[in-house]
């Protein structure tokens, strides 16, 4: 089942570093307030590096907008130096956390069971999570785009289904690699096939009564935001480096928030 609100996540990556990724939000908080509140049937979510994330949480306070995490740890405690815990997450007040993102699975060797885990901490501590997934250029290009995202999503959609303490909504975030950060997007008859093969799969396994979010995310601009629009299973957005450019993030939220 889609969720009521179309959802807006910037995902800023390590753009910034801490003074900067404050004093931006800082600047911006007035426009932000007003844009999260200009229409009920929009959720937007900043997602900055984990030491903004606490005070972050703070400035936007008495806001619309949420606070989402770039990762978590797949362990609840213990010697996991570097770590950051999905409990603590919650404590600071994160409402969200992107997991499986395909730089993380690239640089970090990320694993679809590790993936798992994390959704699992993360539902422990009734956090949403975002799961990323997409195939890259090579597997597009073999056409093995379908059988990327089985693997990618079964493990993570079935330890969701099997964890029966949460009702929580999901997100799902269709990324295809070879169109983060590159200026490419699919075209809308391909977003139209693989979001109706996301909504059928997506719903075989969590059944048709789960709350699950399909988003997509690579590219998103003001240019892509009309096309992505006429995507109808596309119910959220994560944004990478037009979430940084205030003017282009608050004209993709205008065209959403009418
Ligand atoms: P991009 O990044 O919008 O800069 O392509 C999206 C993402 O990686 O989440």
Redesign the pocket.
Known sequence: MKPNNFIIIG?WKMQLAFNEEIEFCTENIAVLRSLSKKSPQLTMVICPSFPALAPITHIVKNTNVYVGAQDCSPFRSGAYTGQVCAESLSQIGCHFCIIG?S?RRHYNHETDKEIADKAQRLLEQELQPIICIGETQKEYEAKETFSILERQLEPVLKRIADFELSELPIYIAY?PVW???TGIIPSSKYLNEVFAWLEKYTSKILGKTRITGLIY????SEKAAPILKKVPAISGL?????SLDFQKFNNIVNLYSI
């Open positions: 995902n993102h730089e990324e169109s983060i950060g995310g690579g590219s998103v994560l944004v990478g480096r037009a």
